[in-house]
């Protein structure tokens, strides 16, 4: 497309261009086509989907379908739907002054078409960015088709036009987004009268307003978002206007602990502070993710309601967080988080899940159980039991270890010279990161990865903890 300055002006220019109309599905579809051929993603930054949803994502452009995406929350729907405007034309005409993106060659609106049939060839047009092409809607049980269709505008018939005037109407969000891509999220809340209105949007692709003896034909890919258990429970679909969208997705949480972490460290917002280096360590990371793999599959964990991944960038935050605040205080510039720092999690964590229990200070619980199980999970695959008997061995008789949010990181780093046994496992894990933070935080791992193992005997009081033999 040529640039903003020699684009053409009118519609006689735009025809000499040699530009041509194509309907959204298909416009949308050969841009799909050749980033497919390209090799590039259609949906940058959306991972854990590349065999699983993708595919019938890609399928479903190709064949010009409307899509309803079904899953639990924080399934990444609302991302990809936003994704699709990347597959529109950068830029693309419309008649001066139309409210409704219209076609400079074929007209819908009665100001396009007579625009059109006063100007002729010289009738002005403009040029919408992909960005405006794309509409949202948020379904709750207060829409209304006038928010969705359109609605007599009582301003322009105050102005003296008749109400029987075409130009009498005012828009709604489906003819604004016309040639253009049209988002419904959480479909179910939509009360069945309105998902009535829909129907011919979806068919016969368009739109009746009143009762105005007009037709709209519109172009649009519509989209819309729903979570199975709304769509079971609290509201539902109705069965013509499901049957008129052409694919049905179920989308799903990570199915691995590394995809999780990907996501996290691609969402988790970075702690920018004065003087600080932040590091977070795999297997502190992984930690993480493994706590919401493991909510995942809890009793104890309302499953209906979901464990979205929100729960993990969260959580990683908080971690970085807590991290961070225990080397200010220190007056350390490195920030490694530790074992130490998971107990900050249960802020984060109790607001992001509904645990099912009726006993008193359960909840607490529960998260700390989920906690211990994750560490123990990470340990086990990152430190081989069986090389640590050296260390086990070093904790016969009465040796003490002191851990905690309070320990300086410079003790850690003298505990691996009074238990030289320490710094090969130590090594292992920081992957060859000497700094005094990244020492600390894997002494408390293999620590509290040997209480868990019950290779070590722990006491906690308060925010320190104790480790000792089991001897």
Request: no cysteine; net charge negative; proline share 6%.
């Amino acid at each position: 497309m040529p640039s903003p300055s020699t684009r053409p002006e009118t519609i006689g220019a735009l025809r000499r261009s040699g530009w041509v109309s194509r309907p959204v599905k298909e416009e949308i579809r050969q841009n799909a086509v050749a980033r497919i051929r390209a090799g590039e993603p259609l949906f940058p930054g959306v991972l854990g989907y590349e065999d699983t949803v993708l595919p019938q994502l890609e399928n479903a452009l190709l064949a010009g379908h409307d899509v309803i995406f079904l899953g639990e929350r924080g399934q990444a729907k609302t991302r990809m739907i936003r994704s699709l405007t990347g597959l529109l034309d950068e830029w693309m005409p419309i008649v001066a002054g139309s409210e409704i993106n219209d076609d400079p060659y074929h007209p819908v609106s009665r100001h396009a078409r007579d625009l059109v049939d006063a100007e002729g060839d010289d009738t002005p047009i403009e040029w919408v960015h992909r960005d405006d092409r794309f509409g949202e809607k948020l379904a709750t049980p207060d829409t209304s088709i006038a928010d969705l269709i359109g609605e007599v505008d009582p301003i322009k018939v105050a102005e003296g036009r008749y109400l029987s005037d075409e130009l009498t109407l005012h828009y709604g969000l489906v003819p604004r987004t016309n040639r253009g891509i049209f988002a419904i999220n959480e479909l179910p809340d939509l009360a069945e009268r309105i998902q009535v209105g829909l129907l011919n949007v979806l068919e016969e692709r368009d739109v009746q307003i009143r009762g105005y003896k007009i037709r709209l034909p519109l172009d649009v890919l519509l989209l819309a978002s729903a979570n199975p258990e709304d769509y079971t429970n609290r509201g539902r679909i109705i069965t013509p206007l499901k049957d008129r969208f052409g694919s049905q997705i179920r989308t799903h949480y990570p199915l691995d602990v590394e995809t999780e972490v990907a996501i996290a460290r691609q969402e988790a917002r970075p702690l920018e502070a004065d003087g600080l280096r932040v590091v977070v360590p795999d297997y502190m990371a992984e930690t993480v993710a493994e706590l919401s793999q493991l909510a995942r599959q809890s009793p104890h964990i309302n499953q209906r309601s979901g464990v979205s991944v929100r729960l993990t960038v969260a959580n990683i935050e908080t971690l970085v967080a807590n991290a961070a605040r225990r080397a200010l205080v220190h007056g350390e510039t490195d920030v490694v988080p530790r074992v130490s720092d998971l107990d900050a999690l249960a802020s984060s964590t109790a607001g992001k899940v509904e645990i099912d229990s009726i006993e008193e200070g359960r909840d607490e619980q529960i998260i700390e159980h989920l906690l211990k199980a994750a560490v123990l999970s990470v340990f086990r695959d990152h430190v081989p039991i069986e090389d640590l008997r050296p260390v086990i061995d070093a904790f016969d008789g009465s040796r003490v270890v002191h851990a905690g949010e309070d320990v300086l990181s410079a003790d850690y780093v003298a505990l691996i010279t009074e238990i030289p046994e320490l710094r090969e496992p130590v090594r292992r894990l920081t992957g060859g990161d000497e700094s005094a933070a990244a020492v600390a935080a894997a002494v408390e791992f293999v620590l509290e990865g040997l209480h868990l193992s019950k290779r070590l005997n722990k006491e906690t009081i308060g925010a320190r903890a104790q480790y000792r033999g089991r001897g």
